[in-house]
């Protein structure tokens, strides 16, 4: 297979990626163990091999799922209670792979088409596939709705799944609020021409918080469509 030649963005971007996954050496422990398990492991079982505590693992094995390296189920546990997480590998072969984010072609298909739609019903449309995506993508990581989750530890997930897909993302606090800031698009220019694909961002980390968190209020504070340095989506649960 030829090489994929990378624009900067997109190497800084890969670069930022692998460094969230596995740039503690405690992760990149689990996902070898993870690896070797074609059963899979629980959260106590790695916390136990590594002799870490279990919530510190089950920490770092969920970074791992939320970059797309192992995937996560619901384990029977034969008793009553909630079901134990079990982690296993996405493959069977020890590699990474990593997703651009976008395909040029498709991309401005979808910038054009929205262009012919009034703006409004445009930002609708483009958000409501957002939310759609997002709430896959949160699903996949075995992630839903859970009371004792906190605003910021669901918002944190949202990152590093974003970073994931291509944008370069981290949460921070502003204030009394939080925000997610994402250094990339991998919309790429095509968002320059149609900066209502914006909107898709937007549904995204909806989608996402509405099931890793419940509802909340999403707006973007600056974009990189519109000359922002970054993308910055602001954050108020509702």
Same mark, same amino acid.
Request: hydrophobic share 40%; with cysteine.
């Given at each position: 297979?030829?090489?994929?030649?990378?624009?900067?963005?997109?190497?800084?971007?890969?670069?930022?990626?692998?460094?969230?996954?596995?740039?503690?050496?405690?992760?990149? &422990?689990?996902?070898?163990?993870?690896?070797?398990?074609?059963?899979?492991?629980?959260?106590? &079982?790695?916390? &136990? #091999?590594?002799?870490?505590?279990?919530? !510190?693992?089950?920490?770092?094995?969920?970074?791992?799922?939320?970059?797309?390296?192992?995937?996560?189920?619901?384990?029977?546990?034969?008793?009553?209670?909630?079901?134990?997480?079990?982690?296993?590998?996405?493959?069977?072969?020890?590699?990474?792979?990593?997703?651009?984010?976008?395909?040029?072609?498709? !991309?401005?298909?979808?910038?054009? #088409?929205?262009?012919?739609?009034?703006? &409004?019903?445009?930002?609708?449309? @483009?958000?409501?596939?957002?939310?759609?995506?997002?709430?896959?993508? #949160?699903?996949?990581?075995?992630?839903?709705?859970?009371?004792?989750?906190?605003?910021?530890?669901?918002?944190?997930?949202? @990152?590093?799944?974003?970073? @994931?897909?291509?944008?370069?993302?981290?949460?921070?606090?502003?204030?009394?609020?939080?925000?997610? !800031?994402?250094?990339?698009?991998?919309?790429?220019?095509? =968002?320059?021409?149609?900066? =209502?694909?914006?909107? =898709?961002?937007?549904?995204? !980390?909806?989608?996402?918080?509405?099931?890793?968190?419940?509802?909340?209020?999403?707006?973007? @504070?600056?974009?990189?469509?519109?000359?922002?340095?970054?993308?910055?989506?602001?954050?108020?649960?509702?």
């Amino acid at each position: 297979m030829a090489p994929v030649a990378l624009s900067p963005n997109d190497f800084a971007n890969m670069v930022n990626a692998i460094t969230s996954a596995f740039g503690d050496p405690s992760r990149r &422990e689990m996902y070898l163990l993870v690896h070797a398990s074609s059963d899979g492991l629980s959260a106590s &079982e790695v916390a &136990e #091999a590594t002799g870490l505590h279990s919530n !510190v693992a089950r920490h770092h094995l969920d970074k791992l799922v939320s970059g797309g390296y192992i995937e996560v189920s619901q384990r029977a546990t034969g008793s009553a209670g909630r079901p134990a997480k079990n982690y296993r590998s996405t493959g069977t072969n020890l590699e990474l792979e990593f997703n651009l984010g976008h395909d040029d072609i498709l !991309v401005t298909l979808l910038g054009k #088409a929205l262009s012919r739609l009034p703006l &409004e019903e445009a930002t609708d449309l @483009a958000e409501e596939v957002g939310m759609e995506f997002g709430r896959k993508m #949160a699903e996949a990581m075995g992630e839903h709705l859970d009371p004792q989750r906190s605003f910021r530890s669901a918002l944190h997930v949202v @990152a590093d799944a974003l970073s @994931a897909h291509g944008f370069a993302a981290h949460a921070e606090r502003d204030g009394d609020k939080l925000r997610i !800031v994402a250094e990339h698009c991998p919309f790429g220019d095509v =968002v320059i021409n149609h900066p =209502v694909i914006c909107a =898709v961002d937007r549904g995204m !980390v909806r989608g996402m918080l509405g099931t890793l968190y419940g509802d909340t209020e999403v707006a973007l @504070a600056s974009s990189i469509a519109a000359g922002d340095s970054n993308c910055v989506t602001s954050i108020q649960a509702s």
